[in-house]
Structures are given as structure tokens and as C-alpha cells.
T-cell receptor, first 111, second 112 residues
């Protein structure tokens, strides 16, 4: 089936550092979403991307929709301890609203 | 207070028993989804419903059943046929015409 490859699988960084993670696919998708999941909670939508080449920011977060429509990246600037969690990319598959999720990137921030 | 409610947060059952997980929403969203999450893995789609009285199987529907009698509610039953039911279960909704899904807080089911 269709898969998203998300990397890195995990990151352990110092507070204040910038972070970058990405997501790639072998297929073209027209909507890319980034979610964050805190431990024991449901994922929360961070950024939605609808147009190839689009660069969107949400506070310290910046995400880009790749021009080929087969990839996306998420950057976090000046990380803080509350950035800890699992970050998922997701793409919209078909016309039923089904999402395909990446395996997630686990981020740990050392104060 | 608007949103998606999943209850209970933690659920414990003995093997061989069916158990029903609740998902309620007051966002007036048409579509609802159930996902399963295992440690270190992404979300896998169990069932989804785009409209009341209609639902479709997702990628891992075996051993699960759902109903959609009301727009606000989409309960998931984990049957005794599900071989490995212990997991974190997440419910999500989507408004008609939108692409984004919004998630509830999840229910952690432990079967022993």
C-alpha cells in the first residue's frame, strides 16, 4: 500500500536548537498535514499545506510542501521543552477523507 | 464546550470480552474515523463513516465493528475476535469539504 517515509525516527536535542524533519512518498499527494502528539494524548494539527511549493509558518514552526508533491518538511526554531512529543506527517488519500500517516518523529528536548 | 470526547481514558478488560469505546462530537462534522496506535508506530485506520447510517472498513477492520446511528456518535466495539486488542484508540472527525481531521484525546485499552 501507499507509504510515507518520515525521518529521522527520533531526535534528542538541546533547548534552543533548531530542528528539521521530513516526509517523503513515492506517490503524488495534494494535501500534506503535520500533527504533534503529546504523550498519552490525541494528535493536534499544526500546519496544513495545499499547494506545491507552499511555505507556511505557525509561530516557531515552518513547513513546506515540496514542489514535486512527493515530500514535505517541518522545521522548529529555537526549541523549548514543551516541543517534546511525536510529530506525524499525513497525506490525504482519495476522496473519502482518509489520511495516510508517517511513522512519526519522536522529539526530546534537553533543558 | 466544543470538541471530541472519548471515554473512558483508560479501559481494562479480560480476554474474550467485547468492549465498546465511545466517541462523541459536537462540532457538527459529518465524517468520523477510528484509528489504532501501537507503541512506536503511526496511526492505522480501523473504520470510517462519512455520513449517518453509513460506514466503511479501513485498513485493519478485522475484529472490530462500528455503528453510526447519530451524527454526533461513532462507537467502536472491539470484539473477542480481535487477536491483539491492547492499544491506544483514537477517534477523529472531519467537516464536509475539509481535508483536516481533528482528534479526540484517545482511549487506552488493555486486555489481559
Amino acid at each position: 500500500g501507499q507509504q510515507l517515509n518520515q525521518s529521522p525516527q527520533s531526535m534528542f536535542i538541546q533547548e534552543g536548537e533548531d530542528v528539521s524533519m521530513n516526509c517523503t512518498s513515492s506517490s503524488i499527494f495534494n494535501t500534506w498535514l503535520w500533527y504533534k502528539q503529546d504523550p498519552g494524548e490525541g494528535p493536534v494539527l499544526l500546519i496544513a499545506l495545499y499547494k506545491a511549493g507552499e511555505l507556511t509558518s505557525n509561530g516557531r514552526l515552518t513547513a513546506q510542501f515540496g514542489i514535486t508533491r512527493k515530500d514535505s518538511f517541518l522545521n522548529i526554531s529555537a526549541s523549548i521543552p514543551s516541543d517534546v512529543g511525536i510529530y506525524f506527517c499525513a497525506v490525504l488519500s482519495g476522496n473519502t477523507g482518509k489520511l495516510i500517516f508517517g511513522q512519526g518523529t519522536t522529539l526530546q528536548v534537553k533543558p | 464546550d466544543g470538541g471530541i470526547t472519548q471515554s473512558p481514558k483508560y479501559l481494562f478488560r479480560k480476554e474474550g470480552q467485547n468492549v465498546t469505546l465511545s466517541c462523541e462530537q459536537n462540532l457538527n462534522h459529518d465524517a468520523m474515523y477510528w484509528y489504532r496506535q501501537d507503541p512506536g508506530q503511526g496511526l492505522r485506520l480501523i473504520y470510517y463513516s462519512q455520513i449517518v447510517n453509513d460506514f466503511q472498513k479501513g485498513d485493519i477492520a478485522e475484529g472490530y465493528s462500528v455503528s453510526r446511528e447519530k451524527k454526533e456518535s461513532f462507537p467502536l466495539t472491539v470484539t473477542s475476535a480481535q487477536k491483539n486488542p491492547t492499544a491506544f484508540y483514537l477517534c477523529a472527525t472531519r467537516r464536509s469539504g475539509g481535508d483536516e481531521q481533528y482528534f479526540g484525546p484517545g482511549t487506552r485499552l488493555t486486555v489481559t
